[in-house]
């Protein structure tokens, strides 16, 4: 039994829709593993979904021209559809779980890392900032001393001045 070249060309079509469905599946199971290692607003999970909707939009779009020139063909969308849902119930529960676990304690490992080797960077900070918070102080309470003995000398020789000019303060005794 021979099968005409159409018939397989079809055949094709129909199993790179599958193959097309299952991997943008994947894909979007990667955006809910990063979802779930890096924590984020409303806002910034739809511009990931718009923005991979958007590319898978046009990835569909590449491989229907490609394949089909353009038409629109509803066994390619089935196909499309019977990937994802093959994929969904088989392999991306354990995907999305075991990856997300994997890299969530990567994650985890790095920032506790990071924290270990910036601790004695932080303590020298924290001695170096009390440092010139004690200098700081130091420079205002010498300040403070250099002030009042300046303000008593200044006193003392007005006092001076004024006993040496005469008994009313007169600096200016013209009489």
Known sequence: MHISGEILEEVRLFANSVVL??????????????????KHNIFWISAEDLLF????????????HEQTQGVLRWFVVAGAGIGMLLYKNSVSRFYVK???DLL??????IKRLAYFVC???????KCVKSGFLAVNSGIK????????????????????????NGEDGDLHNDE
């Open 98 to 100: 075991y990856i997300g």
């Open 21 to 38: 469905g299952a991997a943008l599946t994947f894909i979007y199971d990667g955006w809910l593993i990063l979802r779930k290692v890096f």
């Open 141 to 164: 309470k010498v300040t403070i001393i250099l002030k009042n003995t300046l303000t008593a000398y200044i006193k003392w020789f007005t006092i001076a001045l004024c006993k040496h």
């Open 119 to 125: 601790k004695p960077v932080k303590w020298l900070e």
């Open 53 to 64: 909707w958007f590319g898978a939009a046009l990835t569909v779009f590449m491989c229907l």
């Open 104 to 109: 969530l304690h990567i994650v985890v490992y």
